[in-house]
């Protein structure tokens, strides 16, 4: 009987410790490594800055993408100093395309395609989502769900709003600095294609 005892003793302490260490983590204060939750409507402006709500560099994606993209690397001479070579990363799958710069110590995804639903976006917005939901992902936007034509959604001035383009399948959106362009495509009421231009000097 000592032995059944003895021997049962260790399952009994293990899950103690192991719960004490739990409570531990719990009370440290939050880390970097924590990813912050998306509020259920974002601004045109939060978007335009970090469309993927992570800092995009090839390493990262290379991690994040499946191995069916292609990855192929281009060296460029840099546009202020000619003698630095930069490289732009090209990530591909069948219509999926996406480019990365990179130079010294700077990464910035500066064109994308995207028609595969493996690349999620900021807020959950990814191909495939309906129409409706698209809207819903933004603050601004949610007014301008059946309008059609062009309109500007202002900012502090006149340089920090955006034009917004509405289509029957097609959302325009375009920052008046001219720094970046966003095509949102639709097919039967769900997003089937994603571009992204963004400016790179």
Known sequence: ????????????????????????????????????????????????????????????????????????????????????????????????????????????LFFAQITDNEIEMRNQIKIGMSREAFFDKFVELEKYRFFQGVTQIGGDDDMSGYQLIIQPNVVKLRNLLGTSDYIFVFANNMLSQVSINVYID
């Open 1 to 108: 009987m000592r032995c059944c005892i003895s021997l049962f003793l260790p399952f009994f302490v293990l899950p103690l410790a192991s719960f004490s260490g739990t409570k531990q983590l719990d009370d440290r204060p939050p880390t970097a490594s924590y990813t912050k939750r998306e509020p259920t409507k974002i601004r045109l402006s939060d978007f335009d800055e970090n469309p993927f709500n992570y800092d995009v560099s090839a390493d990262l994606l290379l991690s994040k993408l499946s191995k069916k993209f292609k990855i192929f690397k281009e060296a460029v001479k840099n546009t202020h100093n000619p003698q630095i070579k930069d490289t732009i990363f090209h990530f591909s799958y069948q219509t999926t395309k996406l480019k990365i710069y990179k130079s010294q110590g700077n990464e910035i």
